[in-house]
């Protein structure tokens, strides 16, 4: 009798599992489906795979013969899946159950359940709104204190749930906070006041009582703009930096803008004044590559038009020499929203001018869209959640997940580093 198995069946998203079949004919050609439900929508990947001489088929072993991904990979059928819309539910607490199937000549042999979580057991949730501030807090299980982090969403808004539970689940009180695209906030990046972000970690240390007063920020995209930005201009508050897929320039209010004000318009201010942008008064700078694409529009096609007015972006640099705590970069080489590997080489580079280090993980043909381990990685193109313009986000499948292995490994061992 075939026997299909998981191990562990249920763990942490960012666990990887064993999966076996076992009693199969002696080098037959066996076919494995993955499904996973993701919000309403339904997730899938396939692969064909030969079975061994002991009529054992283990994924952490075997190349697929054909499928949705090439790499001997245990977590292939995972990572390799496409669907349509998110790859959560809307409630993190919500586990995501994948059902695997193997079939011999097209007949089920063997099934298997695989259940990945965001929130272990004993971590809370506590939704935040007070002060104007709007988010969602994180917090580990046991009495503590934990080291925190706040948690800051890029140029689609909203508010990143999974990315908090999950570092909650590893011991990390989190605060993941909302500053525009959500219930209670503005519709668009433009205009966001650096306060308001102030008010949140000032908010979050009085809330958790972190260990050793310690409170990160880590970002993706425009949040990992932010998340440099806030700790050059706040370096009393924030004790360590995660910048995922970061620029080193502060940027305007591009495809999150509001249309009142443009792409070209502020995306920050600071005591009521728009900080500088890398657009502004721009002598090479050009939307001319992204709005006249033949084929998928690139944005970083358009910003890399604006590195040739140096006065300009000098102007722009955001000044990390001044942030007080370690600081790591996480990149990839074929971004396609903006030269995340360039600018984060920019960022080293300035805190290497000013006596400091930084962390950089960088992975070459990966693309913008970094997340953690064991998620769909093949959305490539997408429309933008604000502008509505289709784009893409560059990288391949199987890069992005290696990628996504590579920088939550890293961050984990930075923060843990960064606490003490």
Do not use: C
Not at 231 to 247: E, M, R, W
Request: avoid cysteine; charge should be negative.
């Amino acid at each position: 009798m075939p026997d299909l198995s998981v191990t562990p069946q249920s763990a942490l998203i960012d666990v990887p599992r064993s999966i076996i079949l076992r009693g199969v004919p002696a080098g037959a050609e066996i076919e494995i489906t993955s499904e996973t439900q993701r919000g309403d929508r339904m997730w899938r990947a396939s692969a064909r795979y030969w079975a061994d001489d002991a009529g054992t088929l283990d994924l952490s072993r075997d190349a697929p013969l054909s499928g949705s991904y090439q790499a001997v990979d245990a977590m292939g059928l995972i990572w390799s899946q496409r669907g349509e819309g998110g790859v959560f539910h809307d409630d993190p607490s919500q586990p995501l159950e994948t059902t695997l199937t193997a079939r011999l000549e097209s007949a089920p042999i063997a099934t298997a359940m695989m259940t990945q979580t965001l929130m272990a057991p004993g971590v809370t949730r506590q939704p935040l709104a007070e002060d104007g501030l709007v988010g969602t807090l994180f917090t580990p299980a046991g009495a503590g204190p934990h080291p925190a982090i706040m948690i800051l969403n890029g140029s689609g808004g909203g508010i990143n749930e999974p990315r908090a539970a999950l570092w909650a689940s590893r011991g990390v009180a989190a605060l993941a906070l909302g500053y525009f695209g959500a219930p209670g906030l503005p519709r668009y990046i433009s205009n966001t006041p650096l306060e308001y972000f102030a008010r949140g970690l000032d908010w979050l240390r009085r809330t958790v009582k972190p260990r050793g007063d310690f409170v990160a920020v880590a970002g993706q995209s425009r949040g990992g703009e932010l998340s440099l930005l806030l700790g050059a201009t706040y370096p009393d508050k924030v004790s360590a930096v995660l910048a995922y897929v970061p620029s080193a320039f502060v940027h305007g209010g591009q495809a999150a803008a509001d249309p009142a004000l443009g792409r070209d318009g502020p995306g920050w201010t600071l005591n009521g004044e728009p900080l500088v942008h890398q657009w502004q008064d721009n002598v090479t700078a050009s939307w001319e590559p992204y709005d006249n694409a033949r084929h998928q529009r690139r944005n970083a096609d358009a910003m890399r038009t604006a590195l040739g007015d140096p006065a300009a972006m000098a102007r722009a640099r955001i000044p990390v020499e001044r942030i007080a705590g370690p600081v790591l970069l996480i990149s990839g080489g074929d971004d396609g929203a903006w030269p995340s590997n360039l600018y984060s080489l920019i960022v080293q580079s300035s805190l290497l001018a000013a006596g400091r280090t930084a962390e950089w993980v960088n992975t070459p043909e990966a693309g913008h869209s970094i997340l953690f381990p064991y998620v769909p990685t093949t959305a490539i193109a997408h429309v933008h959640p604000v502008s509505g313009i289709a784009t893409t986000m560059g990288g391949t499948p199987a890069a992005n997940a290696e990628a996504n292995i590579a920088a939550w490994t890293a961050a984990q061992s930075f923060l843990a580093s960064a606490v003490g």
